[in-house]
């Protein structure tokens, strides 16, 4: 049982604030004052006797302890809403929830998208893209059922459980017919510091790899695009100069139908670590975790590329 100075509107609140890292934003969705808010938070702080939220110009963050209570309740208040759901509805629909980076998008996910359906072609599956922070807090807060991706690196996988599919690097391609492909001998890396690159916005882990990757080889190209847009991304490539550095298997299609052509060894020697993340403290539907069993299997007859023979050079 709850304790009973802690009561459920504490709770309600403390979610939305971590959903929104702003009181006044989660006031307005809780239809209450921002000082009404202020107080509650105040009032499960003081019951709880730790600090929950770090106070800051631009709006709050979670501290360790707040991240530990995010960790079960927020799945707690997402159970009570289903229950809730459950006895409005006379047959409940099974939904699976999944939050996707952008480096599985087009070939490990819609391939283990196909296997579930082929056991299971009723099953409604939600998939939304967005960072590994976003995608990690709304698992933290119950409104996923895990995170599929490159994320081992990632500071908000802290608390929750990550279980290691295989590793991916990260390369740079251009496209077929680039001019600096044409200079009659294999190009160097330094042939392509002058034209644009795609690459990954600021605050993913994805964009220091690259950040690393340029010191290391002491160059800074200039910045066309930042963005984790594949469509976008791939478009822009094959219409341009541009160079794109990205997770192999996001290229492996048009590297593999040679509309781009790998020009430099990855950008890490052994690659990041795709796996799944989920919230341990949330009780998995049977429906997903049949889809953990389609991934593990699709994870272990994923095609592996041998990226040194679609070097350029």
Same mark, same amino acid.
């Given at each position: 049982?709850?304790?009973? &100075?802690?009561?459920?509107?504490?709770?309600?609140?403390?979610?939305? $604030?971590?959903?929104?890292?702003?009181?006044?934003?989660?006031?307005?969705?809780?239809?209450?004052?921002?000082?009404?808010?202020?107080?509650?938070?105040?009032?499960?702080?003081?019951?709880?006797?730790?600090?929950?939220?770090?106070?800051?110009?631009?709006? *709050?963050?979670?501290?360790?302890?707040?991240?530990?209570?995010?960790?079960?309740?927020?799945?707690?208040?997402?159970?009570?809403?289903?229950?809730?759901?459950?006895?409005?509805?006379?047959?409940?629909?099974? $939904?699976?929830?999944?939050?996707? =980076?952008?480096?599985?998008?087009?070939? =490990?996910?819609?391939?283990?998208?196909?296997?579930?359906?082929?056991?299971?072609?009723?099953?409604?599956?939600?998939?939304?893209?967005?960072?590994?922070?976003?995608?990690?807090?709304?698992?933290?807060?119950?409104?996923?059922?895990?995170?599929?991706?490159?994320?081992?690196?990632?500071?908000?996988?802290?608390? =929750?459980?990550?279980?290691?599919?295989?590793?991916?690097?990260?390369?740079? *391609?251009?496209?077929?017919?680039?001019?600096?492909?044409?200079?009659?001998?294999?190009?160097?890396?330094?042939?392509?510091?002058?034209? &644009?690159?795609?690459?990954?916005?600021?605050?993913?882990?994805?964009?220091?790899?690259?950040?690393?990757?340029?010191?290391?080889?002491?160059?800074?190209?200039?910045?066309?695009?930042?963005?984790?847009?594949?469509?976008?991304?791939?478009?822009?490539?094959?219409?341009?100069?541009?160079?794109?550095?990205?997770?192999?298997?996001?290229?492996?299609?048009? $590297?593999?139908?040679?509309?781009? $052509?790998?020009?430099?060894?990855?950008?890490?020697?052994?690659?990041?670590?795709?796996?799944?993340?989920?919230?341990?403290?949330?009780?998995?539907?049977?429906?997903?975790?049949?889809?953990?069993?389609?991934?593990?299997?699709?994870?272990?007859?994923?095609?592996?590329?041998?990226?040194?023979?679609?070097?350029?050079?």
């Amino acid at each position: 049982m709850i304790h009973s &100075p802690i009561k459920l509107r504490h709770l309600a609140a403390f979610a939305e $604030v971590a959903r929104h890292g702003q009181f006044a934003s989660a006031a307005e969705a809780l239809s209450i004052t921002q000082p009404g808010m202020s107080k509650t938070i105040r009032e499960l702080e003081t019951n709880l006797g730790v600090v929950l939220f770090e106070r800051g110009p631009r709006g *709050v963050t979670l501290t360790p302890a707040g991240r530990t209570l995010l960790r079960y309740t927020a799945p707690a208040l997402r159970s009570i809403d289903e229950g809730i759901e459950a006895v409005r509805s006379e047959a409940p629909e099974t $939904v699976i929830r999944i939050g996707a =980076l952008s480096n599985v998008e087009g070939g =490990l996910l819609p391939e283990t998208l196909l296997a579930l359906h082929r056991a299971q072609p009723d099953l409604r599956v939600e998939v939304d893209t967005g960072t590994s922070a976003a995608l990690l807090t709304r698992l933290r807060l119950g409104e996923l059922d895990l995170v599929i991706g490159r994320m081992s690196e990632a500071q908000e996988i802290r608390d =929750l459980s990550f279980e290691h599919l295989y590793y991916e690097p990260m390369i740079v *391609v251009v496209r077929e017919g680039h001019p600096a492909l044409d200079a009659g001998s294999a190009p160097t890396l330094d042939a392509f510091t002058h034209y &644009p690159w795609v690459i990954p916005p600021r605050g993913t882990t994805l964009r220091e790899q690259v950040e690393r990757y340029w010191v290391e080889r002491s160059i800074d190209p200039p910045h066309a695009i930042e963005t984790l847009s594949l469509p976008l991304s791939q478009a822009y490539v094959l219409r341009s100069d541009a160079a794109w550095v990205t997770p192999a298997d996001t290229a492996r299609a048009a $590297v593999s139908s040679h509309q781009m $052509v790998v020009i430099a060894s990855p950008v890490e020697i052994r690659g990041g670590s795709v796996g799944f993340a989920v919230n341990s403290s949330q009780p998995m539907s049977r429906a997903a975790r049949q889809f953990c069993d389609c991934l593990r299997s699709t994870a272990a007859e994923y095609p592996g590329v041998d990226w040194a023979n679609h070097l350029s050079a």
